[in-house]
Nanobody
Framework: QVQLVESGGGLVHPGGSLTLSCAASGFVASRYVISWYRQAPGKGRDLVASRSFGDNTYIANAVKGRFTVSRDDSKNTVYLQMNDLRPEDTAVYYC?????????WGQGTQVTVSS
Protein backbone atom coordinates (compact mmCIF):
# COMPACT_ATOMS: atom_id res chain seq x y z
CA GLN A 1 0.00 0.00 0.00
CA VAL A 2 1.50 3.31 -1.12
CA GLN A 3 1.68 5.87 1.64
CA LEU A 4 3.30 9.29 1.96
CA VAL A 5 3.57 11.01 5.33
CA GLU A 6 4.76 14.60 5.54
CA SER A 7 6.15 16.20 8.67
CA GLY A 8 8.22 19.17 9.76
CA GLY A 9 5.88 22.06 9.14
CA GLY A 10 5.30 24.86 11.60
CA LEU A 11 5.42 28.56 12.29
CA VAL A 12 8.62 30.39 11.41
CA HIS A 13 9.69 34.01 11.19
CA PRO A 14 10.62 35.56 7.85
CA GLY A 15 14.18 34.63 6.99
CA GLY A 16 13.96 31.40 8.95
CA SER A 17 14.38 27.80 7.85
CA LEU A 18 12.44 24.57 7.98
CA THR A 19 13.03 21.07 6.69
CA LEU A 20 10.04 19.06 5.60
CA SER A 21 10.14 15.26 5.43
CA CYS A 22 8.15 12.94 3.22
CA ALA A 23 8.35 9.37 4.47
CA ALA A 24 7.37 6.90 1.76
CA SER A 25 6.15 3.36 2.27
CA GLY A 26 4.84 0.66 -0.04
CA PHE A 27 7.34 1.49 -2.76
CA VAL A 28 10.99 2.41 -3.22
CA ALA A 29 11.19 6.19 -3.43
CA SER A 30 14.48 6.20 -5.37
CA ARG A 31 12.75 4.53 -8.32
CA TYR A 32 10.15 7.26 -8.79
CA VAL A 33 9.81 11.00 -9.10
CA ILE A 34 8.83 12.39 -5.72
CA SER A 35 7.48 15.91 -5.83
CA TRP A 36 6.65 18.64 -3.36
CA TYR A 37 3.62 20.84 -4.03
CA ARG A 38 2.15 23.65 -2.02
CA GLN A 39 -1.29 25.19 -1.78
CA ALA A 40 -1.86 28.62 -0.29
CA PRO A 41 -5.34 29.61 0.95
CA GLY A 42 -7.67 30.25 -1.96
CA LYS A 43 -5.11 29.19 -4.56
CA GLY A 44 -4.30 26.13 -6.61
CA ARG A 45 -1.70 23.51 -5.85
CA ASP A 46 1.68 24.44 -7.32
CA LEU A 47 4.76 22.33 -7.95
CA VAL A 48 7.67 23.46 -5.79
CA ALA A 49 10.37 20.85 -6.28
CA SER A 50 10.95 17.27 -7.30
CA ARG A 51 13.62 14.63 -7.17
CA SER A 52 13.80 11.65 -9.46
CA PHE A 53 15.72 8.43 -9.89
CA GLY A 54 19.20 9.32 -11.06
CA ASP A 55 19.10 12.24 -8.62
CA ASN A 56 17.74 14.71 -11.13
CA THR A 57 16.06 17.63 -9.39
CA TYR A 58 13.66 20.38 -10.31
CA ILE A 59 13.21 23.59 -8.32
CA ALA A 60 10.50 26.12 -9.19
CA ASN A 61 11.68 29.62 -10.03
CA ALA A 62 9.76 31.08 -7.09
CA VAL A 63 11.96 29.19 -4.62
CA LYS A 64 15.16 28.67 -6.58
CA GLY A 65 18.22 29.48 -4.51
CA ARG A 66 16.25 29.08 -1.26
CA PHE A 67 14.82 25.54 -1.37
CA THR A 68 16.60 22.26 -2.03
CA VAL A 69 15.26 18.72 -2.31
CA SER A 70 17.17 15.65 -1.19
CA ARG A 71 16.57 11.98 -0.49
CA ASP A 72 17.79 9.49 2.10
CA ASP A 73 17.47 6.06 0.52
CA SER A 74 18.18 4.30 3.82
CA LYS A 75 15.05 5.93 5.24
CA ASN A 76 13.01 5.93 1.99
CA THR A 77 12.41 9.63 2.73
CA VAL A 78 12.54 12.79 0.63
CA TYR A 79 13.30 16.14 2.23
CA LEU A 80 12.54 19.73 1.32
CA GLN A 81 15.03 22.11 2.91
CA MET A 82 13.58 25.61 2.95
CA ASN A 83 15.77 28.61 3.74
CA ASP A 84 15.14 32.35 3.79
CA LEU A 85 11.44 31.75 4.15
CA ARG A 86 9.05 34.54 3.16
CA PRO A 87 5.40 35.20 4.04
CA GLU A 88 4.44 34.20 0.50
CA ASP A 89 5.79 30.70 1.22
CA THR A 90 2.91 30.19 3.64
CA ALA A 91 0.95 27.18 2.44
CA VAL A 92 0.12 23.56 3.03
CA TYR A 93 2.95 21.49 1.56
CA TYR A 94 2.17 18.12 0.02
CA CYS A 95 4.29 15.22 -1.11
CA UNK A 96 3.33 13.43 -4.32
CA UNK A 97 4.26 10.36 -6.32
CA UNK A 98 2.83 9.09 -9.58
CA UNK A 99 3.00 5.32 -9.68
CA UNK A 100 1.36 2.80 -11.97
CA UNK A 101 -0.91 5.43 -13.46
CA UNK A 102 -2.17 6.61 -10.08
CA UNK A 103 -1.48 9.84 -8.22
CA UNK A 104 -0.70 9.56 -4.52
CA TRP A 105 -0.65 12.43 -2.03
CA GLY A 106 0.28 12.79 1.58
CA GLN A 107 -1.96 14.53 4.09
CA GLY A 108 0.04 17.76 3.91
CA THR A 109 1.91 19.81 6.46
CA GLN A 110 1.23 23.47 7.23
CA VAL A 111 4.02 26.03 6.87
CA THR A 112 3.30 29.51 8.15
CA VAL A 113 5.81 32.32 7.74
CA SER A 114 4.91 35.29 9.86
CA SER A 115 6.46 37.81 12.18
Amino acid sequence: QVQLVESGGGLVHPGGSLTLSCAASGFVASRYVISWYRQAPGKGRDLVASRSFGDNTYIANAVKGRFTVSRDDSKNTVYLQMNDLRPEDTAVYYCNVKRSGANYWGQGTQVTVSS
